[in-house]
């Protein structure tokens, strides 16, 4: 879970320039009146914005952006720049929930997203290609994700995020990885010095094995264990040249030696067509005008008692949106953190934090021994559970700053995943700053080996696409052999399946209808397709569907769920459907409770007592509607969710006219 963590954690880093971490150098003349103008040329921002921001940040790897800001009371424009004008982000969020829904189709959202990328830059899209997406039709809005190749091979950590707003017709986000500028295709390694897919196995096999394990499940509710094949040291990649592991993580971005810090320099293009607003012109006269850095340091240094502190940083912002003000960070060598506001103009200071830990940080290396022993004599010291801990092979993680060293749990001989003692050292003080233990409450009956190692080995390559990856990897990007999305699988001992996290079977989420040709719905059911909605693993259209699929299909309409059964009967939320019952999920579902489950979707509810105003004409079969579920087959057919002729309540419903009826909740 720890490297699923660190994932979605430098995943953000890649995409998204961090606001609030330390800054280089900033000049006051930092702000351009030509790229302001390129930016509303590129964007055609108008002139009625009232007011006009911009500010400077930095992340840790000393890569340098500049943001502007143009808002009014209920509308904002946000635009991030790289040193070299490379548009990184942009977010204009407009969306009105009283306008009608105007995009509906996948080809129109892509074609909206293709004009908006292209006019930032024609070449970009060329790289990428679609992955994810999710076309929310009933909340009016798009998410479509571009992952980059290289070579024809995925590169784990560059992505493009786009999201459109269905009624205004308009990207309304766009977020693009930073490291994608910085990496061309030619920087590369190339495939053809890579270790062979027989080498890459051996080495897996021999340097992080599948091992025999306990895996406990349902611990919340009814815990008990299951047999596995895993990793038991969090998964590491293998270097496709040199075919040793990876010990770096391989989401962290590339660090400023590529010049990726320094102020901007600025594109210059005509931008006849773009002019300046009084406003705009005030906001720039006004950053103009600012106190240089230097002075604003003098200032500080000579009013607040920080000597021994050293100057880290300084960033710009704007304070109390009325007030620029320059933000100061300082540390000493004890890693005392001073952090200074000063008004921009004034040079008055604005706010001052000063914050001192017991122990300093350094980048050191602590020797994996020393690091063990540390672990082992605090974990002696502390533990009752010695006799259940692997004190011989302990696995062992770090990073610059820390170490971190588990102690696996031991029950009859075998390793039980994500149980032990887990302790985080801290390298340059050599003290123990997290002290953890995971022992779950739980009967450990005997296991066997099942399909055995070699077998899980085959699966866990076969099912979960071991082969080449590209990922930037500290300050290059490398070739990597590993799993997808870099996460080690889980497989059952007993048959050899694919589990999840929570130990339950990995079912392939393919959509395919064997008979859609022949279905008199076949238009609409390849259009929910292209919204990827639909039920998982089901062939035949014509037969009959279960409540859990039915609610299922329901709940898809408002974006892609996971389609694993014991879960959605977990996550419903039953009181949000009227008779509905836990126990019924795995019963047929009827006409009747269909419609009633498709209204309630819709929010109608409470409609047993309707007074009887209906046409009896509408239904040839009015009279088999009990009086209960009157109301709701009336209001569906006035709402055209439900259009049938006959009403045929207790008649049970198939797959086909199940999507005929999100079809039209849709439509």
Do not use: C
């Amino acid at each position: 879970m720890k490297k699923l963590a660190l994932l979605f954690s430098f995943v953000i880093l890649l995409v998204t320039p961090l606001q609030t971490f330390a800054s280089q150098q900033v000049t006051k003349d930092s702000i351009n009146e030509k790229e302001v103008l390129r930016l509303k040329e590129m964007f055609e921002i108008s002139d009625e914005y009232k007011n006009f921001d911009f500010s400077t940040s930095t992340n840790p790897q000393g890569a340098k952006f500049y943001s502007y800001t143009w808002s009014n009371k209920n509308d904002s424009l946000y635009i991030s720049v790289d040193k070299d004008g490379n548009i990184i982000s942009y977010s204009n969020y407009i969306m009105d929930e009283t306008e009608p829904i105007l995009l509906k189709n996948k080809a129109d959202i892509e074609s909206v997203i293709k004009t908006f990328v292209d006019n930032i830059d024609e070449n970009i899209l060329k790289n990428y290609k679609l992955g994810q997406y999710n076309i929310d039709i009933r909340n009016g809005y798009a998410s479509f994700n571009y992952n980059r190749y290289v070579n024809d091979i995925l590169v784990l950590n560059d992505s493009i995020s786009v999201s459109v707003d269905l009624r205004s017709k308009k990207v309304n986000d766009y977020n693009k990885s930073y490291a994608s500028s910085i990496f061309k295709d030619g920087s590369f390694p190339k495939k053809s010095d890579a270790i062979s897919p027989d080498k890459a196995r051996e080495v897996l096999n021999s340097k992080e094995p599948f091992v025999l394990s306990y895996k406990v499940v349902d611990e919340y509710t009814n815990p008990k264990t299951i047999a596995v094949y895993s990793q038991i040291s969090n998964h590491k990649a293998i270097d496709a040249l040199s075919g040793k592991l990876i010990e770096d993580d391989i989401y962290n971005i590339p660090s400023g030696k590529w010049g990726m810090g320094g102020d901007i320099s600025v594109m210059d293009e005509k931008t006849d067509s773009a002019t300046l607003t009084d406003v705009e012109k005030a906001e720039l006269d006004t950053v103009k005008g600012l106190a240089s850095t230097e002075d604003t340091k003098k200032e500080v240094e000579s009013k607040l008692n920080i000597s021994g502190s050293t100057f880290k940083s300084i960033d710009l912002r704007k304070y109390n949106n009325s007030i620029y003000s320059y933000d100061l960070l300082y540390s000493s060598d004890e890693s005392s953190e001073t952090r200074v506001g000063v008004d921009a103009k004034t040079l008055e200071i604005l706010n001052y934090n000063s914050y001192s830990p017991s122990d300093t940080r350094k980048s050191v290396e602590l020797p994996r021994e020393e690091a063990t022993k540390i672990a082992e004599d605090l974990t002696k010291k502390l533990s009752k559970k010695l006799d259940y801990l692997d004190l011989k092979n302990p696995i062992i993680n770090s990073d610059e700053y820390s170490t971190y060293v588990q102690f696996p749990r031991i029950e009859n001989s075998y390793h039980v995943l994500g149980n032990g003692v887990n302790i985080t050292i801290n390298n340059s003080t050599k003290k123990v700053e997290n002290y953890y233990v995971n022992f779950s409450d739980v009967k450990f009956e005997p296991i066997s080996k099942g399909i055995g190692a070699e077998k899980a080995l085959d699966t866990a390559i076969k099912f979960s696409e071991f082969k080449e990856y590209y990922a930037y990897v500290k300050d290059e990007p490398k070739l990597l052999f590993t799993f997808k999305d870099n996460i080690a699988p889980i497989i059952s001992a007993s048959d050899g399946t694919l589990l999840n996290e929570l130990g339950t079977s990995i079912t392939e989420d393919s959509i395919a209808y064997e008979n859609i040709e022949k279905s008199k719905y076949k238009d609409e059911i390849n259009y929910l397709l292209t919204l990827n909605i639909g039920v998982p693993n089901v062939k035949d259209l014509n037969q009959k569907i279960k409540v859990s699929d039915y609610i299922y299909l329901l709940n898809s309409i408002s974006g892609p769920m996971p389609y694993e059964i014991e879960t959605i009967k977990s996550l419903i939320q039953y009181n949000q459907y009227e008779l509905l019952k836990e126990e019924d999920m795995d019963k047929n579902t009827t006409n009747k409770l269909a419609i009633r489950w498709a209204l309630n979707f819709e929010r109608y509810f409470k409609l047993n007592d309707a007074k009887d105003v209906f046409d009896k004409s509408v239904f040839s079969d009015q009279a088999s509607i009990a009086k209960e579920d009157r109301a709701y087959f009336y209001l569906a057919y006035s709402l055209s969710i439900y259009d049938g002729k006959s009403a045929s309540p207790d008649s049970e419903i198939t797959y086909e006219e199940a999507l005929h009826i999100i079809y039209n909740i849709l439509n």
